[in-house]
Antibody
Framework: QVQLVESGGGLVKPGGSLRLSCAAS????????MYWIRQAPGKGLEWVSY????????NYADSVKGRFTISRDNAKNSLYLQMNSLRAEDTAVYHC??????????????WGQGTLVTVSS | DIQMTQSPSSLSASVGDRVTITCRAS??????LNWYQQKPGKAPKLLIY???RLQSGVPSRFSGSGSGTDFTLTISSLQPEDFASYSC?????????FGQGTRLEIK
């Protein structure tokens, strides 16, 4: 069955960096757009970034553009999010999610449970 | 950016009730509207995609309707496992945006 398992979250000081990973299994990872979506405490879901299935292109929310970098390793069935210059407002649970095989924008049919990132001094 | 506004933000209902949650987009998004269920500490679950299409494995008591700017999610007869939060999401244009969520509680 499809599984997405995030890791790499933790407590980091403002201005610090963190790299999140998402291990995918149960499907042909290299066929799908993949996404990062976050949820701050008590807030709604917020799209962060997506990546084309062969990494041809990426896109970012304005709130993270220039600070976060999405990448993937199809040989390892893994998705990553490099987060630099972290701010308190980046505190959230970060989910990876599976998109479509053929279109950039779509519904997300599978999600991971998420990894918590806390930015605090 | 397209703003997605859900109402109500919270709702109390009883097992067996029929419940409707609405989602309004700040501009037309055709039928590019999806609904999710989320329980604390769990991964969000896709319920409805393309406004009215039931995701595989989702019980038929869930249904979606609407197009343009106004959409609804209906649960025809609430079951105990349906008490959760529900969010809408537009996939019409970037940035992808979500509603703020509706928390469905047991009365």
């Amino acid at each position: 069955q499809v599984q997405l398992v995030e890791s790499g979250g933790g407590l980091v000081k403002p201005g610090g960096s963190l790299r999140l990973s998402c291990a995918a299994s149960g499907f042909t990872f290299s066929d799908y757009y993949m996404y990062w979506i976050r949820q701050a405490p008590g807030k709604g879901l917020e799209w962060v970034s997506y990546i084309h299935y062969s990494s041809t292109y990426t896109n970012y929310a304005d709130s993270v553009k220039g600070r976060f970098t999405i990448s993937r390793d199809n040989a390892k069935n893994s998705l990553y999010l490099q987060m630099n210059s972290l701010r308190a407002e980046d505190t959230a649970v970060y989910h990876c999610a599976r998109g479509s095989t053929w279109i950039q924008l779509s519904e997300f049919d599978y999600w991971g449970q998420g990894t918590l990132v806390t930015v605090s001094s | 950016d397209i703003q997605m506004t859900q109402s109500p933000s919270s709702l109390s209902a009883s097992v067996g009730d029929r419940v409707t949650i609405t989602c309004r987009a700040s501009q037309s998004i055709s039928s590019y509207l999806n609904w999710y269920q989320q329980k604390p500490g769990k991964a969000p679950k896709l319920l409805i995609y393309a406004a009215s299409r039931l995701q595989s494995g989702v019980p038929s008591r869930f249904s979606g309707s609407g197009s343009g700017t106004d959409f609804t999610l209906t649960i025809s007869s609430l079951q105990p496992e349906d008490f959760a939060s529900y969010s809408c999401q537009q996939s019409y244009s970037t940035p992808i945006t979500f509603g703020q969520g509706t928390r469905l509680e047991i009365k």
